[in-house]
T-cell receptor, first 114, second 114 residues
């Protein structure tokens, strides 16, 4: 089956520190990969995406590269801010089949301290 | 421009009670889904629909019913609430023709079953 494994949290960093959240996946086929962010009390928002191998998704200073050889999609940011404190979810979506539903990782709680 | 609207935002039920969680969207999206979010488990798919009159089960369908009589609405029914159904529930929608498979999430319903 399809699955997503994220590094366990919580992660606590100081402002301006470098962030990496690891994500690996297992899929039958060629998935699209996503990072979603959930701020306190809100629903999920799409942060970035990559639809094929070697694609790099980027948004708001966050980046992730689709690595087919290592089945990974690690999230990185060079300098985090307090406002980045949230829960981050890695997810995959297969391109075949009519349903095309998202499969999520367990989420990683990030807290950035001033 | 409401997007995806979920009601209620909070609900407390007694074991054995039934209720309906509402999800409405104004984007004319064909795909609608219900997820539950539990600590350490990410989001798990309950039921989904690819269009009016068409529904199917996801990963954790037991104890829940859905119907899709219109494009706009996708209610989730709890038939006889159990404490194991205490969770945060999210509705998500997507256009079938979306090139980027971007899902839009509602802000969630926090349900407690006592």
């Amino acid at each position: 089956g399809n699955s997503v494994t994220q590094m366990e949290g919580p992660v606590t960093l100081s402002e301006e520190a470098f962030l990496t959240i690891n994500c690996t996946y297992t899929a039958t086929g060629y998935p699209s990969l996503f990072w979603y962010v959930q701020y306190p009390g809100e629903g999920l928002q799409l942060l970035l995406k990559a639809t094929k191998a070697d694609d790099k998704g980027s948004n708001k200073g966050f980046e992730a590269t689709y690595r087919k050889e290592t089945t990974s999609f690690h999230l990185e940011k060079g300098s985090v801010q307090v406002s980045d404190s949230a829960v981050y979810f890695c997810a995959l979506l297969l391109s075949s089949g009519s349903a095309r539903q998202l499969t999520f990782g367990s989420g990683t709680q990030l807290t950035v301290l001033p | 421009n409401a997007g995806v609207t979920q009601t209620p935002k909070f609900q407390v039920l007694k074991t054995g009670q039934s209720m309906t969680l509402q999800c409405a969207q104004d984007m004319n999206h064909e795909y609608m889904s219900w997820y539950r979010q539990d600590p350490g488990m990410g989001l798990r798919l309950i039921h989904y629909s690819v269009g009016a009159g068409i529904t199917d089960q996801g990963e954790v369908p037991n104890g829940y019913n859905v119907s899709r009589s219109t494009t706009e609405d996708f209610p989730l029914r709890l038939l006889s609430a159990a404490p194991s159904q205490t969770s945060v529930y999210f509705c998500a929608t997507r256009s079938r023709d979306s090139k980027f498979y971007g899902y839009t999430f509602g802000s969630g319903t926090r349900l407690t079953v006592v």
